[in-house]
Each structure stands twice: as C-alpha cells, then as structure tokens.
C-alpha cells in the first residue's frame, strides 16, 4: 500500500518516552497508581521522558474537573511528567485528516450495526457491512482487519496470544455518535509523542493487538508494551471507575506509594512507611526492576497488601 500523502507523522528518536493516559472518567484509583508509578519508574531507569496525556475524546463519559483532579493525584504522589500535558480533545482534526486517508485507502467501511444486532449475530462483528452499499447514517467506521495480529511479545507477559475470533475482528475506528474511537486516536497519539514503550494493565493486551494493526498499517515502529497485571479486591473484580473503586486520597501518598510498591514487585523496608513521597519515588527507580513484576494479568490486593483496614480504604 502506498504512504504518499499518508497525513501519519512520527517523532523519531532514541530516547525512552513513556507515557500515562487516563481518562477523564473519574479520579484516580488504586489501580491507577499502580499503573502510572510502573511507568513512572521504567522511563525513570531509562533516563527517559514521562508524559501525561488526557485520554479526553469519550465525552459522554468525562466527569467535570477529573481531568484536572487526576493532575493534582499524580503530583502528590511524586509522578511529574516531562512536557505539556497532551489533550485527545485538541487533536480531532488530525484525526479527522487520517480517517479520510483510510476511506481514500479502502481501508475502512461504514457500518450501522446497532450493538444489539451484533450481539444477536454472536459474541464478535463479523463483518456484515463490508459489502454494503449506500449506508445510512447513523453508522460507524471499521477497519478491514484483513492481517490480524494474533499474537505479540510483551515484556513481562512472555508471547501474548489473542482468541482469533477476537483479533480477526473488524474494529471501529470512528464512532456512530461521531466521535473518535480509542483505537485510532490512542495509536495516532503514540505515534505522534513518539512513544517507545507503552506499560498499562493487562485488561488492555487485546486492544493492544488492534492498536499494533495499525502501527503496521502505517509502516511505523511499534513501541514496546508491558502490561501489569490489573489490581482486584476480589476474584475476577477488579479496581476500576466503572466498578466505583475509591478514588485515591492525596493526604495518605505515603502510605498509597508505600503498597503500590509492594504491589509491582517491590519490596520496600518498613522504615519507608514514614520517608516522604520524594524519597520513596527515588528508592523506586533505584531498587525496583521490571522483572518483580509477576507474570499474571490480575493479583489480588489481600495477596500483596497485609492491611485490611488499607485495602478497605481503596476499594
């Protein structure tokens, strides 16, 4: 496929860039810390640059001062980022011009699928639009997921396999309320911050594989991913906005660093109970290395955390 007049840049360099993207759904949690000190630490051990990027384009969804509120977290807890925080919000026409490159490629179609059509044809969309002629709006824009990606390496999950019905499938890249889907603005924005590696929660592996679809449709290289394993307060429940996990209390940084230590692998002293929040970041890029991180995708609090009355107070 030819790139000429592809409207796709990337920020070429050798430095680590990482970056954390929250959405601007609610404050942050427990989990959320998690996350973000992993990606904090790595950049840091990498003589990197951290960078905040609001994950702001599901409007329906934002809650009112969050965005700002999410800042205000990750400075309490020591977590600076390196540049200007980056909005989804501000880049819409950029992502406009690359979904017009699509539709100018072939390489997307319409589709007015309601969810409940596609949930009566079965578990995954398999690509009933395709043919179609003529259709009306609304509708959404899927990608011909023609090469899925079925598996992809990660640097603690080892090689990650993706359920061929999962990855085969033809994802949306703009959405039937005409705003743009995750998919294409979180990888667009990867490759427009030149991100080099990419650590979030191992809840994300499979759009992960769909994201790598289009760093290869592109002709760009991918960036690396670690995906941690997610937080749960009980099996198969894990800490999140939508299951109303408590957001993080500012007042308690210590001791919220202290066991988001522990839980990616750390093993900090007692005696860092009581170091300030500067000092417990520092003994993290000193002493903590990705290879504590466990290889699976979920871990209990209790298992990690030997404070109930704490792990009351987060989820």
């Not at 667009?188 to 679809?213: F, H, K, M, W, Y």
């Amino acid at each position: 496929m030819s790139l000429v007049d592809c409207p796709v840049t990337y920020l070429e360099g050798d430095r680590y860039r990482g970056r954390f993207a929250p959405s601007p759904s609610g404050n942050l949690h427990f989990g959320s810390l998690c996350t973000s000190l992993a990606s904090y630490l790595r950049a840091k051990q990498n003589n990197g640059q951290w960078l905040l990027r609001i994950d702001d384009i599901d409007t329906p969804r934002i809650v009112p001062g969050s965005a700002q509120n999410i800042q205000n977290t990750l400075l309490a807890h020591g977590l600076v980022w390196d540049e200007d925080v980056f909005l989804q919000s501000e880049q819409i026409p950029r992502y406009r011009d690359v979904l017009s490159w699509l539709e100018s490629q072939q390489k997307v179609y319409r589709c007015n699928c309601s969810r409940k059509a596609i949930r009566a044809l079965g578990t995954n969309y398999t690509g009933v639009c395709r043919d179609k002629r003529d259709v009306t709006a609304p509708y959404a824009i899927r990608f011909k997921n023609d090469l899925a990606i079925t598996e992809f390496e990660d640097v603690v999950q080892g090689m990650v396999s993706i359920d061929q019905n999962v990855a085969s499938e033809d994802f949306v890249l703009w959405r039937r309320d005409d705003l743009v889907a995750y998919h294409l603005a979180a990888a667009l924005d990867d490759i427009e911050q030149g991100i080099t590696e990419i650590v979030r929660g191992a809840d994300l592996i499979q759009p992960s594989a769909c994201q790598l679809n289009l760093f290869r449709l592109f002709s760009i290289p991918s960036p690396k991913y670690l995906h941690i394993p997610v937080a749960e307060s009980k099996k198969g429940f894990k800490l999140s906005k939508q299951n109303h996990a408590i957001e993080l209390n500012n007042q308690n940084a210590r001791d919220n660093l202290f066991y988001a230590l522990r839980f990616i692998g750390a093993a900090p002293p007692i005696e860092l109970r009581t170091a300030s929040v500067d000092e417990l970041i520092q003994w993290g890029i000193s002493h903590w290395r990705v290879q504590m991180l466990a290889s699976s995708t979920a871990i209990l609090l209790s298992e990690i955390i030997d404070n109930k009355e704490y792990i009351d107070s987060i989820s």
